[in-house]
């Protein structure tokens, strides 16, 4: 069993159990009798840098501060990737990577507002009906959003229908 360590005391019949546990789980805790059999992995985790970047590389190029978390990082350990410079905070619970090459504006505006529409001038740019870049993009978006949500790094009209 590479990368595993039953305890001492599980006998070996156990090993192909162990084996498809690990498969499926990583690692594991397995109850015989009243003793409890701990496995861990060696050298199987992977660096915190590496959980974001793939991550952040999963999601498109931009994660949700959710996603981080949900792959095994802490809101500390977001922070201090935060704070090394190696993910760059874009608005309040969106992350990409400083590394990262230069992300297009229409996939900035579909991850930070899902529930917008691209309208009028922008819709023509963006299913190629125009070469004109729009200086700002027309978004319509639903009356009940925030206008916090609004506030995003890209230029945009909001249309409110």
Do not use: Q
């Not at 977001?78 to 229409?106: C, M, N, Q, W």
């Not at 579909?110 to 001038?121: K, Q, S, T, Y």
């Amino acid at each position: 069993m590479t990368g595993l360590r039953p305890s001492r005391r599980s006998p070996p019949c156990l090993e192909v159990f162990v084996e498809m546990l690990y498969s499926a789980f990583g690692c594991g805790i397995i109850l015989f009798g009243y003793r409890f059999i701990f496995l861990y992995a060696e050298s199987v985790s992977m660096s915190k840098t590496e959980i974001a970047e793939k991550t952040i590389a999963e999601n498109g190029g931009i994660a949700k501060t959710a996603e981080l978390l949900s792959a095994g990082l802490s809101k500390s350990d977001i922070g201090r990737l935060t704070d090394s410079g190696v993910i760059v905070r874009i608005r309040h619970g969106f992350y990409r990577l400083r590394s990262g090459k230069h992300l297009p504006e229409a996939l900035s505006i579909a991850v930070m507002l899902p529930d917008g529409i691209v309208a009028v001038e922008s819709a023509l740019f963006l299913y190629g009906y125009s070469d004109f870049t729009p200086r700002e993009w027309s978004i319509a978006v639903p009356r009940s959003i925030s206008l916090g949500k609004l506030k995003i790094d890209v230029p945009i009209k909001a249309y409110f229908i």
